[in-house]
């Protein structure tokens, strides 16, 4: 009988049409993340409540679940990964906003804004204990180094960071060397993690852990080129990156083909953001936007973002046409496509 063909994806498929080749181990997944978020105390029980329903498009668990499909059964050690690994990244999320104090997630009011700080620091701490127990019950060593060296890596991006803040002028090289420590690394566990859990060859998980790296750096370059779109769209404010004193690739790469003069007035502009009042920030955002465009530092951002997919997409090159593979590739273009 003749093999059916592999469905290729859109470009422009939806999370809808990307999970549905592992749709009843997803509901599987929901079950047990569920289960994961609760609490007896009945304050975090609300917190936990309140993360659980922004919890955003998911795609860190879907990877899990798609990368481990497309070598071998779905198990129960890869439905707790993907639980492990977004408790994981959350906790990070609200530790996150505590450090850099922000005051809104995904377009809504920050745990430790619509709480307190405490309350948003042990709620995280919660979480981070949930993980431990999850990854216990998997029983992999190699899956437990996995989780322990991406949370090693979220801390010392956020520190990294922090760092960078401080003098708020990095080059692309410490620029791309944040974002591999705060998002690519995240990514390439989740598909680490579950090639790892259906016993993938060798090959197969290094291509892989390339893969999810890949994907990661795509997908945060474009939430930093969002900084410099009209689109109403994003669920946060544009330029709010340069509000919080962090510079990302456009901008970066503006200021490196701008003459010298331009560039100096601009870091002077951008430098003096939170001393203004807020027309007149307002009016200095507008001055970087305009010269970040006319730079095009933002098309710039775009190649680069193009280049990582390219090289994502053939690093999925060793795996046969088949429905995961499809899902797998369409991610990158929903990635890059995305609107939020």
């Known amino acids: 009988m003749k093999e059916k063909a592999a469905p290729i994806l859109s470009p422009m498929a939806s999370l809808a ?51 481990a499909q497309l070598c071998n059964p779905i198990t129960d050690k890869t439905l707790r990964a993907a639980v492990a690994l977004e408790m994981l990244h ?9 450090v850099d104090n922000s005051d809104t997630r995904r377009g809504q009011p920050a745990v430790h804004t619509r709480w307190s700080n405490k309350v948003a620091v042990l709620t995280g701490d919660y979480m981070l204990a949930k993980v431990i127990g999850l ?20 801390s010392s991006g956020e520190m990294l960071q922090l760092h960078a803040g401080q003098s708020m002028w990095i080059d692309e090289e410490q620029y791309l060397k944040v974002i591999d420590q705060k998002t690519a690394r995240l990514f390439q566990a989740c598909a680490e993690a579950g090639a790892e859990s259906a ?6 998980r290094t291509a892989l852990r390339e893969y999810g790296r890949l994907l990661g750096l795509c997908f945060q370059i474009k939430d930093d ?10 669920g946060k404010p544009t330029m709010s990156d340069l509000r919080d004193g962090k510079v990302t690739l456009p901008l970066i790469i503006a200021l490196k083909r701008a ?39 933002d098309e710039y951002a775009v190649q680069k973002m193009l280049a990582y997919k390219k090289k994502a997409t053939e690093a999925l090159s060793v795996f ?3 429905a995961e593979k499809s899902s797998l590739l369409a991610l990158l273009d929903f990635a890059i496509n995305r609107v939020q």
Not at 35 to 64: F, N
Not at 199 to 204: G, N, V
């Open 225 to 234: 080129i969002f900084d410099y779109s009209d689109l109403e769209e994003i």
């Open 90 to 98: 959350n906790a990070s999320l609200v530790h996150d906003d505590v």
């Open 259 to 297: 003459p010298h003069p331009e560039a100096e007035e601009i870091r002077t502009i951008a430098a003096t953001l939170s001393q203004g009042e807020e027309e007149e920030v307002k009016r200095a955002l507008e001055k970087v936007k305009a010269f970040v465009l006319r730079f095009k530092g």
């Open 135 to 154: 990854v216990s019950e998997v029983r992999n060593i190699r899956i437990l180094e996995i989780v322990s060296d991406l949370g090693k890596s979220l």
């Open 17 to 67: 049409d990307i999970r549905r080749p592992v749709e009843t181990e997803w509901k599987r997944y929901e079950r047990l993340m569920q289960e994961s978020m609760e609490s007896d105390e009945r304050l975090q029980q609300a917190v936990l409540k309140y993360i659980a329903a922004r919890s955003g498009k998911q795609l860190r668990p879907l990877i899990v679940l798609l990368c």
């Open 199 to 204: 016993c993938c060859t060798p090959r197969q």
């Open 320 to 322: 046969r046409d088949c």
